[in-house]
């Protein structure tokens, strides 16, 4: 079982003033494929908070780092920065199969800046702020994940699609 973490990054939301309604998302959908959620963090969007939750969840060794929010164009949008800061390799394929196939559904995709990557052995996903954009674009995502992490951990040698 792949343990999971989950970072929220919301300035009202880290604030109290709105409630999380992303990160539950996430939960339910790691629940449902199996996953063991070991965390779960609001954040504001500062690029510091964003960073240590990173190098935290990472440092305890949790395989996959799902982040939700502050990916957009916005002024305080700083996730793909803060996330760019503190991964060793970047794994573009998985931003890029969202963004794809979100412009199947909405423009607005073209406006997301989420990146994915490596820290230690965990594979860093930004998703969207949305509860119904986090959901498809776990689906979008969720076939490969697993096959990620097991390269990841080093249990798998090749690339097989």
Known sequence: MYS??????SDRSSRGERGDLS?????????EKGYAVKSELVVP???ENIRNSLIEFSDL????????GGTGCAP????????LSV?????????????ARSLEIT???????????????SLIVNLPGSPKAVRENLGFIEKALPHALELIAGRVRDCQA
Do not use: C, Y
């Open 23 to 31: 990160g539950p998302e996430i939960r339910k959908w790691a629940e």
């Open 76 to 83: 305080r949008d700083v996730t793909p920065e803060a996330t």
């Open 45 to 47: 969007d500062e690029a």
């Open 87 to 99: 991964v060793e390799k970047q794994a573009p394929g998985f931003a890029e199969a969202m963004r």
């Open 107 to 121: 423009t607005h995709a073209m406006l997301s800046r989420a990146v994915s990557g490596i820290r230690k052995q």
């Open 61 to 68: 060794g949790i395989n996959l780092i799902l982040t939700t």
């Open 4 to 9: 999971v973490g989950i970072i929220t990054v």
